[in-house]
């Protein structure tokens, strides 16, 4: 008995909208992919409804997540997305959380919020469920609608306000056991990217507020990733560019040879423009930034050595700047130091400098005056300027060494789409979570916690993978794996029968196909097709069916074609589809 058709595989019966204009509002390519290929549709700012294709992809990456959590011993289970504030009260998140979580009130005045993250609900569940340390190690996770009010939703489904997230957290006696399960969940997240055979790294992440916590993030490697990671090649060392510290200045400063001195820079604005005038190159001046400081209204300078770049999530652990890092306001600056941002300099500056490593070893050097047109060359620390402090305030740039000392480091751009995180007991300390320990004694238990965006992770994968033409979907990721094309099948009974005829074929075999049953010409249909981004495609067209052959294409090399033999075409095609 044959299996049934599913008419939905048939494109005549599943609307699929593409657009030919790319979207003007979308910025990055993923983004204005999905709304070609018709995968997503936004609702609002950060909403988007997933319709039938993109329901699809995003349904592959959560099975497999789901495998592979399942695999690793995780346990499933399924909290409300609506959060009570008493227990964000608890944990102290209801005052720290700010404007991302999204809270209202029901009938009665209770507050509420939107669930952002469940470390909250777990814990409540845990400290109810878990009675003994027999009951330890336990590892839930769950795939749900998040919410969080992001400041500039982006990118569509990559930085929406309203995502699915596959997000776990685990419990344990001590910090040993917290350690074996966070590397097993580590190992699941490199099954989970490896299957979806996509290009990832993970990276040691800036660890937060929770100083010292261990923290992993993976990242899917794009150009136009929103984060920036640096990796040694000749080692594993790899971190979050937030997180890896920049190398020690090899030596420290000379005496000064040269005297201060004012030079007109009548026009000369940025480091380049004013290296090139002057003539120094742009690593003998220092560029000035203002910050906010600690204490409301006041404001701090941060010194980098002109080739270098700021790197905010550093300069904000350094106490005396506030956190996060915000940018003093240009007309403020203006108003309180009497001249543009880019004329600054730490020679004559009333502020207290907190100068980067880098710059702090530089002598007869070029910075600012202070007064608009004007820079100083001949700069010298001690005795033209003090630092308040000298410290890391900048990225670690490519090329250079490695902190683990093994070579050269990469830099590349990267997406996040897992996280995981060793907790501790922020949250069972703060919410009273314990179990007796072997002793009998009441014992506060130890946490990680482990999240994957699963419909990040769709948005991450074509922007790692496309061309000019459109998506290209690993095997693992496809709405379907197999399209096919018949060429004239309104006019040429063979080419219809014979389109018939594998449609059941492969539908019997399990292989995912859908058939293009439109009759489109076939410029318009290999157009889309190219869009929508399916691997594997088969064309059956009069011409070739003569001599008994189709015509198949891998969309990564659509110049390509290959001879496909009509009463072999399964085997042909179970060849070339990726085992999941
Ligand atoms: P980001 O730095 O990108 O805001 P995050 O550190 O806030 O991420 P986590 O709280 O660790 O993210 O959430 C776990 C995962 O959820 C992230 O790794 C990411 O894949 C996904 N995620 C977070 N925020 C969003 C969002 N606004 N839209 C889609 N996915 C998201
Ligand atoms: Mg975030």
Same mark, same amino acid.
């Given at each position: 008995?044959?299996?049934?058709?599913?008419?939905?595989?048939?494109?005549?019966?599943?609307?699929?909208?593409?657009?030919?204009?790319?979207?003007?509002?979308?910025?990055?390519?993923?983004?204005?992919?999905?709304?070609?290929?018709?995968?997503?549709?936004?609702?609002?700012?950060?909403?988007?409804?997933?319709?039938?294709?993109?329901?699809?992809?995003?349904?592959?990456?959560?099975?497999?997540?789901?495998?592979?959590?399942?695999?690793?011993?995780?346990?499933?289970?399924?909290?409300?997305?609506?959060?009570?504030?008493?227990?964000?009260?608890?944990?102290?998140?209801?005052?720290?959380?700010?404007?991302?979580?999204?809270?209202?009130?029901?009938?009665?005045?209770?507050?509420?919020?939107?669930?952002?993250?469940?470390?909250?609900?777990?814990?409540?569940?845990?400290?109810?469920?878990?009675?003994?340390?027999?009951?330890?190690?336990?590892?839930?996770?769950?795939?749900?609608?998040?919410?969080?009010?992001?400041?500039?939703?982006?990118?569509?489904?990559?930085?929406?306000?309203?995502?699915?997230?596959?997000?776990?957290?685990?419990?344990?006696?001590?910090?040993?056991?917290?350690?074996?399960?966070?590397?097993?969940?580590?190992?699941?997240?490199?099954?989970?990217?490896?299957?979806?055979?996509?290009?990832?790294?993970?990276?040691?992440?800036?660890?937060?507020?929770?100083?010292?916590?261990?923290?992993?993030?993976?990242?899917?490697?794009?150009?136009?990733?929103?984060?920036?990671?640096?990796?040694?090649?000749?080692?594993?060392?790899?971190?979050?560019?937030?997180?890896?510290?920049?190398?020690?200045?090899?030596?420290?400063?000379?005496?000064?040879?040269?005297?201060?001195?004012?030079?007109?820079?009548?026009?000369?604005?940025?480091?380049?423009?004013?290296?090139?005038?002057?003539?120094?190159?742009?690593?003998?001046?220092?560029?000035?930034?203002?910050?906010?400081?600690?204490?409301?209204?006041?404001?701090?300078?941060?010194?980098?050595?002109?080739?270098?770049?700021?790197?905010?999530?550093?300069?904000?652990?350094?106490?005396?700047?506030?956190?996060?890092?915000?940018?003093?306001?240009?007309?403020?600056?203006?108003?309180?130091?009497?001249?543009?941002?880019?004329? *600054?300099? @730490?020679? /004559?500056? +009333?502020?207290?400098?907190? =100068?980067?490593?880098? $710059?702090?070893? #530089?002598?007869?050097?070029?910075?600012?005056?202070?007064?608009?047109?004007?820079?100083?060359?001949?700069?010298?620390?001690?005795?033209?300027?003090?630092?308040?402090?000298?410290?890391?305030?900048?990225?670690?740039?490519?090329?250079?060494?490695?902190?683990?000392?093994?070579?050269?480091?990469?830099?590349?751009?990267?997406?996040?789409?897992?996280?995981?995180?060793?907790?501790?007991?922020?949250?069972?300390?703060?919410?009273?979570?314990?179990?007796?320990?072997?002793?009998?004694?009441?014992?506060?238990?130890?946490?990680?916690?482990?999240?994957?965006?699963?419909?990040?992770?769709?948005?991450?994968?074509?922007?790692?993978?496309?061309?000019?033409?459109?998506?290209?979907?690993?095997?693992?990721?496809?709405?379907?794996?197999?399209? *096919?094309? @018949?060429? /004239?099948? +309104?006019?040429?009974?063979? =080419?219809?029968?014979? $389109?018939?005829? #594998?449609?059941?074929?492969?539908?019997?075999?399990?292989?995912?196909?859908?058939?293009?049953?439109?009759?489109?010409?076939?410029?318009?249909?290999?157009?889309?097709?190219?869009?929508?981004?399916?691997?594997?495609?088969?064309?059956?067209?009069?011409?070739?069916?003569?001599?008994?052959?189709?015509?198949?294409?891998?969309?990564?090399?659509?110049?390509?074609?290959?001879?496909?033999?009509?009463?072999?075409?399964?085997?042909?095609?179970?060849?070339?589809?990726?085992?999941?």
């Amino acid at each position: 008995m044959g299996a049934p058709d599913h008419p939905t595989m048939r494109l005549s019966r599943l609307p699929l909208t593409t657009l030919k204009e790319t979207p003007a509002d979308a910025e990055v390519m993923s983004h204005q992919l999905m709304l070609r290929a018709g995968l997503i549709r936004m609702l609002a700012a950060g909403l988007y409804s997933w319709m039938p294709f993109g329901l699809k992809v995003a349904r592959k990456v959560e099975t497999i997540v789901r495998e592979e959590m399942d695999r690793s011993g995780a346990v499933e289970l399924l909290m409300p997305a609506v959060q009570p504030a008493e227990l964000w009260h608890e944990s102290g998140r209801w005052e720290q959380y700010g404007p991302e979580l999204l809270r209202f009130a029901d009938r009665h005045e209770r507050e509420f919020c939107f669930g952002p993250t469940h470390e909250e609900v777990i814990t409540d569940i845990a400290r109810r469920e878990l009675k003994s340390y027999r009951q330890l190690p336990v590892n839930y996770y769950q795939i749900q609608t998040k919410f969080r009010d992001e400041i500039r939703p982006r990118f569509g489904v990559m930085r929406a306000r309203e995502f699915v997230m596959k997000d776990a957290y685990s419990f344990h006696l001590d910090s040993a056991s917290l350690d074996e399960t966070y590397e097993e969940m580590r190992l699941a997240y490199c099954r989970i990217f490896d299957r979806l055979g996509l290009e990832y790294r993970y990276v040691r992440a800036d660890s937060g507020a929770i100083g010292g916590a261990l923290s992993h993030e993976f990242h899917v490697l794009a150009d136009s990733g929103e984060d920036e990671i640096v990796y040694s090649e000749q080692s594993d060392y790899a971190a979050n560019v937030e997180q890896a510290p920049a190398p020690a200045p090899e030596s420290p400063h000379t005496e000064p040879t040269q005297e201060l001195q004012e030079a007109d820079t009548p026009d000369q604005r940025t480091i380049e423009e004013v290296s090139e005038f002057l003539g120094t190159p742009p690593e003998q001046s220092v560029k000035t930034l203002i910050v906010q400081g600690e204490e409301d209204g006041s404001l701090v300078a941060l010194i980098l050595r002109g080739d270098h770049r700021l790197n905010a999530v550093k300069a904000a652990k350094i106490e005396g700047i506030r956190s996060p890092l915000c940018f003093a306001d240009e007309a403020e600056v203006r108003k309180k130091l009497g001249c543009p941002v880019g004329s *600054l300099g @730490p020679a /004559g500056l +009333d502020l207290p400098l907190y =100068v980067d490593a880098s $710059a702090a070893v #530089l002598s007869d050097f070029v910075c600012g005056a202070n007064r608009e047109g004007v820079h100083y060359t001949g700069v010298n620390w001690g005795r033209d300027a003090n630092p308040e402090q000298v410290c890391d305030i900048r990225n670690l740039e490519d090329g250079e060494s490695s902190p683990d000392g093994s070579g050269p480091v990469r830099s590349a751009r990267g997406i996040e789409v897992g996280h995981i995180f060793q907790l501790g007991d922020k949250y069972s300390q703060a919410m009273n979570c314990t179990v007796l320990n072997p002793d009998g004694k009441e014992q506060v238990v130890t946490m990680g916690c482990y999240g994957i965006g699963i419909t990040r992770i769709v948005a991450a994968a074509i922007e790692q993978n496309h061309d000019e033409q459109g998506i290209i979907w690993p095997d693992a990721m496809a709405p379907f794996s197999v399209l *096919l094309c @018949p060429i /004239g099948a +309104d006019r040429d009974d063979t =080419v219809r029968t014979t $389109a018939e005829t #594998l449609y059941q074929q492969c539908q019997e075999a399990g292989i995912e196909v859908l058939m293009d049953d439109r009759d489109l010409r076939p410029g318009v249909m290999f157009a889309e097709a190219d869009l929508v981004g399916i691997p594997h495609r088969v064309v059956i067209s009069p011409r070739t069916l003569e001599q008994g052959r189709l015509e198949y294409r891998h969309r990564r090399n659509l110049d390509e074609a290959e001879d496909a033999p009509v009463d072999e075409l399964l085997e042909f095609l179970q060849a070339r589809i990726a085992p999941n």
